[in-house]
């Protein structure tokens, strides 16, 4: 059974930071690319950040230089690390896998994250 479970979000403060895990199990990760997408109330998705099987990494221009993604092999594991988090940044923040070859896709459940004084 294939399961994109993510976990870390919350409540933040402008400025603050949050680290953002997806833990993955059921399907081989090591050949999937990872990508962070994010929904804020009345958008379309984006995509946030993505990390392919090779370690290369890509962002949106609105988070680059604040946000840094992450995989561990070994624990087939994704993160997403957000600093200097502004109120924008508010969304729920998906975990997505995307098959390397056929381009077959998973999704997590989202985690909301919410930065507000």
């Known amino acids: 059974q294939v399961q994109l479970v993510e976990s870390g979000g919350g409540l933040v403060q402008p400025g603050g930071s949050l680290r953002l895990s997806c833990a993955a199990s059921?399907?081989?990760?090591?050949?999937?690319?990872m990508n962070w997408y994010r929904q804020a109330p009345g958008k379309e998705r984006e995509l946030v950040a993505t990390?392919?099987?090779?370690?290369?990494?890509n962002y949106a221009d609105s988070v680059k230089g604040r946000f840094t993604i992450s995989r561990d092999n070994a624990k087939n594991t994704v993160y997403l690390q957000m600093n200097s988090l502004k109120p924008e940044d508010t969304a729920v923040y998906y975990c997505?896998?995307?098959?390397?070859?056929?381009?077959?896709?998973?999704w997590g459940q989202g985690t909301q994250v919410t930065v507000s004084s």
């Open positions: 997505n896998a995307r098959q390397r070859l056929t381009a077959y896709t998973y």
């Open positions: 059921g399907f081989t990760f090591t050949s999937y690319h």
């Open positions: 990390i392919t099987t090779g370690g290369s990494t």
